[in-house]
């Protein structure tokens, strides 16, 4: 009996500090299941004041409920709808232009109708870019790899690193690569996997530092050499839009834009000469 007692007086304390620990292990649910419960009781109000707003709102005005609904529901459909033509008007376009270009009496010689649009979607950094590779031609890049044994399991370390933004006079060098993007983006540029012909401009970049400090790995490195080129319509584009044979300094491929006597980034600029860009 005294034994049983015991054990009973024992089993006690154990039971109510189990409860005490599952009551605190549960805790955090059920905070997160009241504020969840606190925000969908707020937005049901907010929902409510809005339905009970326009209804007060159409009955001042006089419009019946099911009115309301249909005018509401017509106008989220406009909006959805209102940037994209129904397949009969696009096909009537399509049509015309085959018309157009079967008349041989049309003038066809106005400039490319995207071209308006391209120009809006540009900064002014990327029309530096631009005119660099339409005046310079196609521009070298790297990647840097490790070199695996006969080039199996190669990894890449860096990709694109390329001095295209300090060539063309970036002010913003940290873009370039968002501005490479961009311009691939809008079929203006594009990213080959043959070296330039002069390879002798890969000696001058692969001696940056930015190149050096990415080869600096446990294991061995190497570096393939690429190219970014002007695609034909980026070609065009230039021609069109970009004033290539200005007299103007400012309009010259690694120009300052705060004068005509700074031609290059310089240590004076406060930018390192040929700082290298990943892409």
Same mark, same amino acid.
């Given at each position: 009996?005294n034994e ?5 007086d024992?089993a006690?304390?154990?039971a109510?500090?189990?409860g #005490? *620990?599952?009551?605190? %292990?549960a805790?955090?649910a059920l ?5 969840v419960s606190g925000?969908?009781?707020?937005e049901?109000a907010?929902?409510g004041w809005i339905?009970? %707003?326009?209804r007060?709102?159409g009955?001042? @005005?006089?419009t019946?409920?099911?009115?309301q609904? *249909?005018?509401?529901?017509?106008g ?7 940037d $994209? ?12 232009l085959?018309?157009q270009?079967?008349?041989?009496h049309?003038d066809?010689?106005d400039?490319?109708p995207a /071209?308006?649009?391209?120009l809006?979607?540009?900064a002014? !950094? *990327?029309?530096?870019?631009l005119?660099l ?5 196609p521009?070298p890049s790297v990647?840097?790899r $490790? ?6 399991g @190669? =990894?890449?370390v860096?990709?694109g690193l ?7 006079g970036?002010r913003?060098?940290?873009r370039?690569?968002a /501005?490479l993007?961009n311009?691939?983006?809008?079929g203006l540029v594009w990213?080959?996997?043959e ?6 401009? /890969?000696?001058?970049l =692969? +001696? ?5 400090e +990415? ?12 190219s970014?080129h002007l ?7 230039? !021609?069109?839009c970009l004033?290539? %044979?200005s ?6 491929p %690694?120009?300052?834009?705060?004068g005509p #006597?700074?031609?290059?980034a ?10 290298v860009?990943r892409t």
């Amino acid at each position: 009996m005294n034994e049983h007692r015991a054990e009973e007086d024992v089993a006690e304390p154990a039971a109510k500090a189990s409860g #005490e *620990e599952g009551l605190r %292990g549960a805790t955090p649910a059920l905070l997160r299941l009241a504020a969840v419960s606190g925000l969908r009781t707020a937005e049901w109000a907010v929902r409510g004041w809005i339905g009970v %707003g326009s209804r007060l709102a159409g009955a001042v @005005s006089g419009t019946p409920p099911q009115e309301q609904r *249909e005018t509401s529901s017509d106008g989220a459909e406009a909006m959805r709808r209102r940037d $994209t033509p129904p397949p009969a008007a696009l096909r009537e376009r399509g049509a015309e232009l085959l018309r157009q270009s079967a008349d041989v009496h049309f003038d066809d010689t106005d400039a490319h109708p995207a /071209y308006a649009r391209i120009l809006d979607a540009l900064a002014p !950094d *990327e029309a530096r870019i631009l005119r660099l590779l339409a005046v310079q031609g196609p521009q070298p890049s790297v990647d840097v790899r $490790t070199a695996g044994f006969l080039r199996i399991g @190669s =990894e890449l370390v860096a990709p694109g690193l390329t001095m295209i933004g300090a060539e063309a006079g970036c002010r913003h060098l940290d873009r370039v690569h968002a /501005y490479l993007n961009n311009l691939y983006r809008l079929g203006l540029v594009w990213f080959s996997r043959e070296p330039v012909t002069d390879r002798q401009r /890969y000696q001058v970049l =692969e +001696a940056q530092p930015e190149i050096a400090e +990415a080869m600096d790995q446990p294991k061995r490195t190497r570096t393939v050499r690429r190219s970014i080129h002007l695609t034909p319509f980026g070609e065009d584009f230039c !021609d069109v839009c970009l004033p290539l %044979g200005s007299t103007d300094p400012a309009a010259s491929p %690694g120009a300052d834009e705060h004068g005509p #006597e700074t031609e290059t980034a310089s240590d004076e600029q406060g930018v390192e000469p040929g700082s290298v860009i990943r892409t």
